[in-house]
């Protein structure tokens, strides 16, 4: 009995000092701060066993599909390369401020499966900026990019330059690399796609086709104006 006494007091001096510890400041959350040693071992450990676990479960379709790696490449180049960098290219500012960094995807690529980076890619990683693409991009979306993925370690600068030229007018993005028409590969993949997904692609990327800047800019003006002359 004494000995369960004990344990429930070490148990709640332990929640305590947590709770005492959450409050206190103390520990520094800056991205620009070092991880400690723990911290690191906490959320890498854990981060690696939730995807694996849940990777177990996803089906993967055929990878190797010419068409769908092809169409990976002008999604990657969109939507991942500003953090994760390409070969011969380095991340964007916004990738280089990032604590845990993003990782060259090339090497994740070589010892992740397929599943996993597609656990990733879809759902994210929390509290890291590895962001959950399957909120706006469904499943039909993702597979091109992973598939282009399998594909990343054996390419070098030239070789990742000359598959993106080779891609001209394919995947989702195509329209921010390559103008209007963005969407014309659709057609061409329209057997691999359900219909209802084609239709939320089209809705989920409708801005990018529209030059909304300079409108939002002259409305913005528009409204100083009339700020001004109400004082
Ligand atoms: C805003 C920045 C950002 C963008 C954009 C981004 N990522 Fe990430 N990604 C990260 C960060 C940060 C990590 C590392 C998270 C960690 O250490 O747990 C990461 C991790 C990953 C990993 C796990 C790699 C490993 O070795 O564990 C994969 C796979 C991945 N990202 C794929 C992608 C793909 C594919 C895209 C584009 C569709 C993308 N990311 C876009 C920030 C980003």
């Not at 040693?37 to 379709?61: M, Q, Y």
């Not at 992740?112 to 990683?125: D, R, S």
């Not at 939320?200 to 100083?224: E, F, G, M």
Request: negative net charge; charged residues 20%; aromatic residues 4%.
């Amino acid at each position: 009995m004494k000995t369960l006494v004990k344990l429930a007091a070490v148990l709640v001096i332990g929640v305590v000092g947590i709770i005492a510890f959450a409050y206190s400041g103390l520990y520094d959350v800056s991205a620009s701060a070092p991880h400690s040693g723990v911290a690191d071992w906490l959320l890498s450990t854990t981060s690696h066993a939730s995807i694996e676990r849940r990777a177990k479960k996803i089906d993967v379709p055929d990878l190797s599909d010419e068409s769908r790696v092809r169409a990976g490449v002008n999604d990657f180049e969109a939507m991942c390369v500003g953090c994760h960098g390409a070969p011969g290219k380095a991340p964007e500012a916004m990738g280089q401020g990032l604590n845990p960094p993003a990782p060259d995807l090339a090497d994740s690529a070589g010892h992740m499966t397929p599943a996993e980076l597609f656990q990733v890619t879809k759902h994210g990683i929390m509290m890291t900026g590895m962001p959950a693409w399957g909120a706006t991009h469904d499943d039909d979306a993702i597979w091109p990019v992973v598939a282009f993925m399998t594909r990343l370690p054996s390419l070098d600068a030239d070789e990742y330059d000359a598959f993106l030229a080779s891609a001209a007018g394919m995947g989702h993005h195509a329209a921010d690399e390559h103008g209007a028409g963005g969407h014309s590969h659709e057609s061409e993949h329209a057997s691999e796609q359900a219909e209802t997904s084609v239709e939320h692609d089209h809705s989920t990327h409708a801005h990018d086709d529209k030059p909304a800047q300079p409108q939002l800019d002259d409305s913005h003006d528009d409204h100083d104006h009339d700020h001004d002359h109400e004082h």
